[in-house]
Protein backbone atom coordinates (compact mmCIF):
# COMPACT_ATOMS: atom_id res chain seq x y z
CA UNK A 1 0.00 0.00 0.00
CA UNK A 2 1.24 3.31 -0.94
CA UNK A 3 0.21 6.58 0.81
CA UNK A 4 1.08 10.07 -0.18
CA UNK A 5 1.40 12.48 2.95
CA UNK A 6 0.79 16.23 2.28
CA UNK A 7 2.09 17.74 5.71
CA UNK A 8 3.41 20.89 5.79
CA UNK A 9 5.36 20.79 9.50
CA UNK A 10 8.33 18.79 8.49
CA UNK A 11 8.91 17.25 11.98
CA UNK A 12 5.08 16.08 12.04
CA UNK A 13 5.63 14.79 8.37
CA UNK A 14 9.53 12.65 8.64
CA UNK A 15 7.78 11.18 12.14
CA UNK A 16 4.12 10.02 10.67
CA UNK A 17 6.48 8.81 7.71
CA UNK A 18 8.81 6.66 10.11
CA UNK A 19 5.75 5.19 12.06
CA UNK A 20 4.15 4.25 8.59
CA UNK A 21 6.95 2.75 7.04
CA UNK A 22 7.66 0.63 10.12
CA UNK A 23 3.85 -0.78 9.65
CA UNK A 24 4.51 -1.53 5.93
CA UNK A 25 3.31 1.23 3.56
CA UNK A 26 5.38 2.81 1.35
CA UNK A 27 4.96 6.62 1.88
CA UNK A 28 6.02 9.58 -0.31
CA UNK A 29 5.94 13.48 1.31
CA UNK A 30 4.63 16.54 0.08
CA UNK A 31 5.08 19.61 2.06
CA UNK A 32 2.99 22.61 -0.12
CA UNK A 33 -0.49 22.30 -1.22
CA UNK A 34 0.27 22.69 -4.46
CA UNK A 35 2.85 20.77 -5.21
CA UNK A 36 0.37 18.11 -3.83
CA UNK A 37 -2.45 19.10 -6.03
CA UNK A 38 -0.14 18.50 -8.93
CA UNK A 39 0.90 15.00 -7.62
CA UNK A 40 -2.56 13.85 -7.09
CA UNK A 41 -3.38 15.14 -10.68
CA UNK A 42 -1.09 13.28 -12.54
CA UNK A 43 -0.27 10.39 -10.27
CA UNK A 44 -3.67 9.52 -8.24
CA UNK A 45 -3.64 5.94 -9.55
CA UNK A 46 -0.24 5.10 -7.73
CA UNK A 47 -1.52 5.93 -4.43
CA UNK A 48 -3.67 4.03 -2.12
CA UNK A 49 -5.10 6.59 0.03
CA UNK A 50 -3.98 10.68 0.49
CA UNK A 51 -3.53 11.75 3.97
CA UNK A 52 -4.04 15.45 3.79
CA UNK A 53 -3.01 18.19 6.44
CA UNK A 54 -5.53 21.49 6.27
CA UNK A 55 -3.33 24.41 6.34
CA UNK A 56 -0.72 24.35 3.84
CA UNK A 57 1.07 26.61 1.80
CA UNK A 58 0.52 26.96 -1.85
CA UNK A 59 -2.74 25.41 -1.74
CA UNK A 60 -5.10 24.26 1.34
CA UNK A 61 -6.19 20.63 1.93
CA UNK A 62 -10.01 21.35 1.38
CA UNK A 63 -9.31 22.71 -2.12
CA UNK A 64 -7.25 19.89 -2.91
CA UNK A 65 -9.75 17.76 -1.82
CA UNK A 66 -12.67 19.40 -3.52
CA UNK A 67 -10.64 19.74 -6.72
CA UNK A 68 -9.73 15.99 -6.53
CA UNK A 69 -13.24 14.89 -6.83
CA UNK A 70 -14.03 17.42 -9.34
CA UNK A 71 -11.78 15.78 -11.62
CA UNK A 72 -13.12 12.40 -10.36
CA UNK A 73 -10.43 11.07 -8.56
CA UNK A 74 -11.51 8.34 -6.24
CA UNK A 75 -8.43 7.44 -4.73
CA UNK A 76 -9.74 7.66 -0.66
CA UNK A 77 -8.65 10.95 1.43
CA UNK A 78 -7.85 11.50 5.41
CA UNK A 79 -7.74 14.94 5.56
CA UNK A 80 -5.64 16.14 9.54
CA UNK A 81 -7.25 19.08 10.94
CA UNK A 82 -5.90 21.12 13.98
CA UNK A 83 -8.48 21.16 16.98
CA UNK A 84 -9.47 24.89 16.21
CA UNK A 85 -11.03 23.85 12.52
CA UNK A 86 -13.10 21.21 13.66
CA UNK A 87 -16.28 22.83 12.71
CA UNK A 88 -15.34 22.95 9.15
CA UNK A 89 -15.54 19.13 9.71
CA UNK A 90 -18.73 18.96 7.76
CA UNK A 91 -17.33 20.92 4.94
CA UNK A 92 -14.25 18.64 4.81
CA UNK A 93 -16.91 15.56 4.57
CA UNK A 94 -18.89 17.54 1.85
CA UNK A 95 -15.10 18.36 0.07
CA UNK A 96 -15.32 14.52 -0.40
CA UNK A 97 -13.00 13.80 2.14
CA UNK A 98 -13.38 9.99 3.48
CA UNK A 99 -12.59 10.68 7.24
CA UNK A 100 -10.56 13.50 9.30
CA UNK A 101 -8.66 13.45 12.08
CA UNK A 102 -8.01 15.80 14.86
CA UNK A 103 -4.59 17.09 16.14
CA UNK A 104 -3.04 16.13 18.25
CA UNK A 105 -3.70 12.69 17.44
CA UNK A 106 -2.21 9.29 18.34
CA UNK A 107 -0.39 7.11 15.84
CA UNK A 108 -2.29 4.34 16.78
CA UNK A 109 -5.87 6.48 16.46
CA UNK A 110 -3.99 7.08 12.54
CA UNK A 111 -3.06 3.68 11.86
CA UNK A 112 -6.74 2.52 12.59
CA UNK A 113 -8.56 4.74 10.45
CA UNK A 114 -6.20 4.20 8.06
CA UNK A 115 -6.86 0.72 8.16
CA UNK A 116 -10.15 1.09 7.94
CA UNK A 117 -10.60 3.34 4.90
CA UNK A 118 -8.17 0.68 3.23
CA UNK A 119 -10.95 -1.51 4.45
CA UNK A 120 -13.90 0.17 3.16
CA UNK A 121 -14.01 -1.42 -0.45
CA UNK A 122 -12.98 -4.84 -0.07
CA UNK A 123 -14.58 -5.83 3.03
CA UNK A 124 -15.57 -8.95 1.94
CA UNK A 125 -11.94 -9.91 1.68
CA UNK A 126 -10.78 -12.52 4.30
CA UNK A 127 -7.84 -12.15 6.56
CA UNK A 128 -6.41 -15.67 4.92
CA UNK A 129 -4.61 -15.56 1.63
CA UNK A 130 -3.99 -18.86 0.17
CA UNK A 131 -2.06 -19.68 -3.31
CA UNK A 132 -1.43 -23.33 -3.73
CA UNK A 133 0.37 -24.48 -0.18
CA UNK A 134 0.86 -21.32 1.44
CA UNK A 135 -1.01 -19.56 3.48
CA UNK A 136 -0.69 -15.75 4.30
CA UNK A 137 -2.66 -13.99 7.61
CA UNK A 138 -3.06 -10.20 7.00
CA UNK A 139 -4.30 -9.56 10.36
CA UNK A 140 -1.58 -11.66 12.33
CA UNK A 141 1.31 -11.05 9.34
CA UNK A 142 2.24 -14.73 9.27
CA UNK A 143 2.73 -16.98 6.60
CA UNK A 144 2.75 -20.45 6.48
CA UNK A 145 3.75 -23.26 3.77
CA UNK A 146 2.56 -26.70 3.56
CA UNK A 147 1.45 -25.80 7.05
CA UNK A 148 5.62 -24.82 8.33
CA UNK A 149 5.66 -21.14 9.21
CA UNK A 150 8.00 -19.10 7.30
CA UNK A 151 9.62 -15.92 8.53
CA UNK A 152 9.64 -12.98 6.10
CA UNK A 153 10.50 -9.28 7.00
CA UNK A 154 7.84 -7.30 6.50
CA UNK A 155 8.92 -6.34 2.78
CA UNK A 156 8.47 -9.75 1.72
CA UNK A 157 5.68 -9.90 3.17
CA UNK A 158 3.51 -6.92 1.63
CA UNK A 159 5.57 -8.55 -1.69
CA UNK A 160 4.04 -11.93 -1.38
CA UNK A 161 0.67 -10.33 -0.73
CA UNK A 162 0.77 -8.19 -3.82
CA UNK A 163 1.61 -11.43 -5.94
CA UNK A 164 -1.15 -13.53 -4.52
CA UNK A 165 -3.66 -10.84 -4.58
CA UNK A 166 -3.05 -10.55 -8.50
CA UNK A 167 -2.34 -14.82 -9.24
CA UNK A 168 -1.37 -15.70 -12.87
CA UNK A 169 -0.73 -11.99 -13.68
CA UNK A 170 2.65 -10.96 -15.03
CA UNK A 171 3.74 -8.01 -12.86
CA UNK A 172 6.73 -6.02 -13.63
CA UNK A 173 8.99 -4.25 -12.24
CA UNK A 174 7.65 -0.90 -12.42
CA UNK A 175 4.31 -1.72 -11.14
CA UNK A 176 5.74 -3.80 -7.68
CA UNK A 177 7.90 -0.74 -6.93
CA UNK A 178 5.11 1.85 -7.74
CA UNK A 179 2.38 0.17 -5.11
CA UNK A 180 5.49 -1.35 -2.80
CA UNK A 181 8.17 1.28 -2.24
CA UNK A 182 8.50 4.95 -1.95
CA UNK A 183 9.88 7.64 -4.52
CA UNK A 184 13.34 7.17 -3.03
CA UNK A 185 13.63 3.97 -4.36
CA UNK A 186 12.22 4.40 -7.58
CA UNK A 187 15.82 4.56 -9.75
CA UNK A 188 16.94 1.14 -7.95
CA UNK A 189 14.79 -1.23 -9.63
CA UNK A 190 16.70 -4.22 -8.71
CA UNK A 191 15.57 -3.93 -4.87
CA UNK A 192 13.10 -5.70 -6.61
CA UNK A 193 14.95 -8.40 -7.68
CA UNK A 194 16.83 -8.65 -4.72
CA UNK A 195 13.52 -9.25 -2.72
CA UNK A 196 12.12 -11.62 -4.94
CA UNK A 197 15.42 -13.68 -4.66
CA UNK A 198 15.04 -13.58 -1.03
CA UNK A 199 11.19 -14.29 -0.95
CA UNK A 200 11.69 -17.67 -3.28
CA UNK A 201 14.81 -18.62 -1.19
CA UNK A 202 12.36 -18.64 1.92
CA UNK A 203 9.64 -20.27 0.00
CA UNK A 204 11.69 -22.90 -0.81
CA UNK A 205 11.05 -21.88 -4.81
CA UNK A 206 15.22 -21.03 -5.68
CA UNK A 207 15.26 -21.73 -9.54
CA UNK A 208 12.62 -19.46 -10.90
CA UNK A 209 10.42 -22.31 -11.50
CA UNK A 210 8.22 -22.79 -8.76
CA UNK A 211 5.27 -20.70 -7.00
CA UNK A 212 7.08 -17.38 -8.25
CA UNK A 213 7.80 -17.70 -11.69
CA UNK A 214 10.33 -15.08 -13.74
CA UNK A 215 8.69 -13.83 -16.58
CA UNK A 216 11.98 -13.03 -18.70
CA UNK A 217 12.29 -9.08 -19.85
CA UNK A 218 9.03 -8.01 -18.31
CA UNK A 219 8.98 -8.90 -14.63
CA UNK A 220 7.23 -12.10 -12.33
CA UNK A 221 4.00 -13.86 -12.06
CA UNK A 222 2.65 -16.05 -9.59
CA UNK A 223 1.34 -19.33 -10.99
CA UNK A 224 -1.81 -20.99 -9.39
CA1 LIG B 1 -0.38 22.71 8.39
Known amino acids: MRLLLVEDEEKLAKALSQGLTQKGYAVDILHRGDKAFDRISLNHADYDLIILDLML ?25 ARNEVESKINLLLAGADDYLVKPFSFEELCARIQVILRRPSEIVPAI ?86 VRGVGYRLKE
Open 57 to 81: PGMDGETICKRAREYNITTPILILT
Open 129 to 214: LRAGDIEMNIVERTVKRDDKPIDLTLKEFVLLEYFIRHPNKVINREELLTHLWDFNYASFSNVVDVHVKNLRKKLGDNNGQGLLET
